[in-house]
């Protein structure tokens, strides 16, 4: 079945390097790619996606890119902020999917000043 | 601007109360969900509704039920809340319309039951 593959954390950074989170995917057919992010004791908040192979979903500095060749949705970040210590989510969603989401397992991430 | 609200924001409950999480959102959407959160971070979907009266359970067995009688609302009950229940439940919805049914998700009830 449709399943996420997330990379697993901890994760913790300082301030300004480089942050990459490993996703990929299994899924029939073509579905849309999500990341999604947690902040403590907060709900989920979308924060980018990307609905058909090649396209990029940007947003606040984050970005990927819908790798259907490598079946991955990598998340990446130039340089990461203190603001940026989160729990981060991929998901995956589209027509053979029942139209429900299929979550990663999350990646928390720590940024240290 | 997504508006999806969830209370209460906290709760803390004696075993064998019975408690009602409440989620309303106010996009219209037709399909709602509700999640369990556990401390590992890992969502589990529990409920899902398609809409007006329309409730499926979700692929984490749940002691919990759940109504659907307005587009809005879809409270989440618990008849006797056990320590077992304790855990952060998070309600979700989305629209049948666009093409990749992303979802809007409430701020979250936490759950602890002594």
């Known amino acids: 079945g449709d399943s996420v593959t997330q990379m697993e954390g901890p994760v913790t950074l300082s301030e300004e390097a480089f942050l990459t989170i490993n996703c990929t995917y299994t899924a029939t057919g073509y579905p849309s790619l999500f990341w999604y992010v947690q902040y403590p004791g907060e709900g989920l908040q979308l924060l980018l996606k990307?609905?058909?192979?090649?396209d990029k979903g940007s947003n606040k500095g984050f970005e990927a890119t819908y790798r259907k060749e490598t079946t991955s949705f990598h998340l990446e970040k130039g340089s990461v902020q203190v603001s940026d210590s989160a729990v981060y989510f991929c998901a995956l969603s589209g027509p053979n999917t029942g139209n429900q989401f299929y979550f990663g397992t999350g990646t928390s991430l720590t940024v240290i000043p | 601007e997504a508006d999806i609200y969830q209370t209460p924001r906290y709760l803390v409950i004696g075993t064998g109360k019975k408690i009602t999480l409440e989620c309303s959102q106010t996009m219209g959407h037709d399909k709602m969900y509700w999640y369990q959160q556990d401390p590992g971070m890992e969502l589990h979907l529990i409920h899902y509704?398609?809409?007006?009266?329309?409730?499926e359970k979700g692929d984490l067995s749940s002691e919990s039920t759940v109504s659907r009688i307005r587009t809005e609302h879809f409270p989440l009950t618990l008849e006797s809340a056990r320590p077992s229940h304790t855990s952060q439940y998070l309600c979700?919805?989305?629209?049948?319309?666009?093409?990749?049914?992303?979802?809007?998700f409430g701020p979250g009830t936490r759950l602890t039951v002594l």
């Open positions: 509704s398609y809409g007006v009266n329309s409730t």
């Open positions: 979700a919805s989305s629209e049948t319309r666009t093409a990749y049914n992303e979802q809007f």
């Open positions: 990307a609905t058909k192979a090649d």
